[in-house]
């Protein structure tokens, strides 16, 4: 017979549940004990869309503000504060109320996108920026742009803009049949004129109008001393010497029209330089020489500072001299681009014309409609 156990007895120790391995060692940690790092193939392809993508915002974005600015400047114009000024400064809120609101909801859009591909966003800006580079006719832009820049640019700008019109309104006077036998007779001086051009960075057809504007293509020696293409007289020494450097002894004639063309590309950059690369002052300098001081002595006699100031106290033929200059220098970009003279008047030539730009200019002396002396 079994006896009972005494109560004295401890009971039973029970046995602790069993933890799993993972509870053991406490909290699990990330495997390998640190974050997985992107793959660089993965860094370098997020850089590369995000790049395209920003770079696609700016390109519309910039666009839209100065088309948007170009037109409302335009369309606003004047000084009436109730019919000018307010409904132009209306149109600024209202442009940054569409462009804060296009930006929120492009953030939202985006994220949506992103869910979906990480290609999406930069795919469909890209997209964009290449579907208004297409369609939006050139003319168009080139007119906003104007409007644009002469916003920005304020009195100083639209000087430059009436000075350009002078150019295109004598090229328009210019008579066309007689145009054509001067670009004729300029053919047989083309290769020295371009080499002239290249040794000193002036504008092809530039120095091509120079030379049409001092001989017609006639070099001869003139009343006034003048000699060849470029009717060359006093030279300022240094650029003769700087000249003479490039040539023999034997080939240093002033009616030879290689040195003649080296001579007048160097003498006309000389100018050029001493007015600030101010192109109409340039011309006009050349065209004075060094006679009475020189323009710089002439300018400063009378308080003027650029060519609209200094026109008023200047003969007709040096005043007009730059814009002659110009004329026949844009006369033979069309001639060299569309193979013939186009008649300012007809049509949409006179636009056509202005997308070319004026020989020496930098882009942004072209006007709304359009779109380097002796």
Same mark, same amino acid.
């Given at each position: 017979?079994?006896?009972?156990?005494?109560? &004295?007895?401890?009971?039973?120790?029970?046995?602790?549940?069993?933890?799993?391995?993972?509870?053991?060692a406490?909290?699990?940690?990330?495997? !390998?004990?640190?974050?997985?790092?992107?793959?660089?193939?993965?860094?370098?392809?997020?850089?590369?869309?995000i790049?395209?993508?920003?770079?696609?915002?700016?390109?519309?974005?910039?666009?839209?503000?100065i088309?948007?600015? !170009?037109h409302?400047?335009?369309?606003?114009?004047?000084?009436?504060l109730?019919?000018?000024?307010?409904?132009?400064?209306?149109?600024?809120? !209202?442009l940054?109320?569409?462009?804060?609101?296009?930006?929120?909801?492009?953030?939202?859009?985006?994220?949506?996108m992103?869910?979906r591909?990480?290609?999406?966003?930069?795919?469909i800006?890209?997209?964009?920026?290449?579907?208004?580079?297409?369609f939006?006719?050139?003319?168009?832009?080139?007119?906003?742009?104007?409007?644009?820049?002469?916003?920005?640019?304020?009195?100083?700008? *639209?000087g430059?803009?009436?000075?350009?019109?002078?150019?295109?309104a004598?090229?328009?006077?210019?008579?066309n049949?007689?145009?054509?036998?001067?670009?004729g007779?300029?053919?047989?001086?083309?290769?020295?004129?371009?080499? *002239?051009?290249a040794?000193?960075?002036?504008?092809?057809?530039?120095?091509?109008?120079?030379?049409?504007?001092?001989?017609?293509?006639?070099?001869?020696?003139?009343?006034?001393?003048?000699?060849? =293409?470029?009717?060359?007289?006093?030279?300022?020494d240094?650029v003769?010497?700087?000249?003479n450097?490039?040539?023999?002894?034997?080939?240093?004639?002033?009616?030879?029209?290689?040195? /003649?063309?080296?001579?007048?590309?160097?003498?006309?950059?000389?100018?050029?330089?001493?007015? /600030?690369?101010?192109?109409? =002052?340039?011309l006009? *300098?050349?065209?004075?020489?060094?006679?009475?001081?020189g323009?710089?002595?002439?300018?400063?006699?009378?308080?003027a500072?650029?060519?609209?100031?200094?026109?008023?106290y200047?003969?007709? =033929?040096?005043?007009?001299?730059?814009?002659?200059?110009? &004329?026949?220098?844009?006369?033979?970009?069309?001639?060299r681009?569309?193979?013939r003279?186009l008649?300012y008047e007809?049509?949409?030539?006179?636009?056509?014309?202005?997308?070319?730009?004026?020989?020496?200019?930098?882009?942004?002396?072209?006007?709304?409609?359009g779109?380097?002396g002796?």
């Amino acid at each position: 017979m079994v006896q009972p156990q005494s109560s &004295s007895q401890p009971p039973p120790k029970r046995r602790a549940p069993r933890r799993s391995k993972s509870s053991q060692a406490g909290p699990r940690k990330k495997q !390998g004990g640190k974050a997985k790092k992107k793959p660089q193939g993965n860094l370098l392809r997020d850089f590369t869309l995000i790049s395209l993508e920003w770079a696609g915002l700016s390109a519309v974005g910039m666009a839209a503000i100065i088309v948007l600015l !170009g037109h409302f400047a335009n369309r606003f114009s004047g000084t009436d504060l109730v019919g000018n000024l307010l409904p132009f400064a209306g149109g600024i809120l !209202g442009l940054i109320i569409l462009a804060t609101a296009l930006l929120i909801g492009w953030s939202k859009l985006r994220k949506w996108m992103l869910c979906r591909s990480p290609l999406f966003p930069s795919a469909i800006i890209v997209g964009l920026a290449l579907l208004v580079g297409c369609f939006v006719p050139p003319a168009h832009f080139s007119r906003a742009f104007g409007y644009y820049r002469t916003l920005v640019g304020g009195k100083h700008e *639209a000087g430059r803009v009436t000075l350009a019109h002078q150019v295109y309104a004598a090229y328009r006077r210019l008579d066309n049949v007689q145009l054509e036998r001067m670009i004729g007779r300029a053919e047989q001086y083309a290769k020295p004129i371009e080499e *002239a051009a290249a040794a000193y960075s002036v504008d092809l057809d530039l120095l091509k109008g120079l030379a049409a504007t001092e001989s017609s293509y006639l070099p001869r020696k003139s009343a006034d001393g003048g000699y060849g =293409l470029f009717q060359i007289t006093q030279v300022p020494d240094r650029v003769t010497e700087a000249v003479n450097r490039l040539f023999p002894a034997d080939s240093r004639v002033l009616t030879d029209p290689r040195y /003649n063309a080296f001579l007048g590309a160097a003498t006309f950059r000389h100018y050029l330089a001493e007015m /600030n690369n101010d192109l109409f =002052l340039g011309l006009l *300098a050349y065209n004075i020489g060094p006679a009475n001081g020189g323009l710089r002595f002439i300018m400063q006699q009378y308080g003027a500072t650029d060519f609209i100031t200094i026109q008023p106290y200047l003969l007709q =033929l040096p005043r007009d001299y730059p814009i002659r200059v110009l &004329s026949y220098s844009l006369a033979f970009r069309i001639h060299r681009q569309e193979g013939r003279l186009l008649a300012y008047e007809e049509g949409r030539n006179a636009l056509h014309i202005q997308g070319m730009g004026i020989p020496g200019l930098a882009y942004d002396w072209r006007p709304e409609g359009g779109k380097s002396g002796k």
